[in-house]
């Protein structure tokens, strides 16, 4: 059974970073697609980036374009993500999730279809 361990989150004031981790295990986990979705207490799941097992492409919806950079380092199973110029709308929990098809941005918008995820690390920003 798929096993992904997410670390790294915690509170962080408004503009700060954060670099968020997940450890996989039980599953082969250079041959997937993987990355991170967020959901925030009655908001939809929003997910924010996914990154290619073939060439290392990444992906994210226009939201948080140019403020999460998502990274993977197969050799210790774990994929990353870095937060940076965080707002107060960033709060969330942040869950490590994998996806058996190409990761895709429609219209700005995230169609990584993530099939199975970890239990998630609360973000919150604030003063």
């Known amino acids: 059974q798929v096993q992904l361990v997410e670390s790294g989150g915690g509170l962080v004031q408004p503009g700060g970073s954060l670099r968020l981790s997940c450890q996989a295990a039980?599953?082969?986990?250079?041959?997937?697609?993987i990355g991170w979705f967020r959901q925030a207490p009655g908001k939809e799941r929003e997910e924010v980036s996914c990154?290619?097992?073939?060439?290392?492409?990444?992906y994210y919806p226009d939201s948080v374009k140019d403020r999460f950079t998502i990274s993977r380092d197969d050799a210790k199973s774990t994929v990353y993500l870095q937060l940076n110029s965080l707002k107060p709308e960033d709060t969330a929990v942040y869950f490590c999730?994998?996806?058996?098809?190409?990761?895709?941005?429609?219209?700005?918008?995230?169609?990584?279809?993530?099939?199975?995820w970890g239990q998630g690390t609360q973000v919150t920003v604030s003063s």
């Open positions: 039980r599953f082969t986990f250079e041959n997937y697609n």
């Open positions: 990154i290619s097992h073939s060439d290392g492409s990444t």
């Open positions: 999730a994998l996806t058996y098809v190409r990761c895709k941005v429609v219209a700005g918008r995230a169609r990584f279809d993530f099939v199975s």
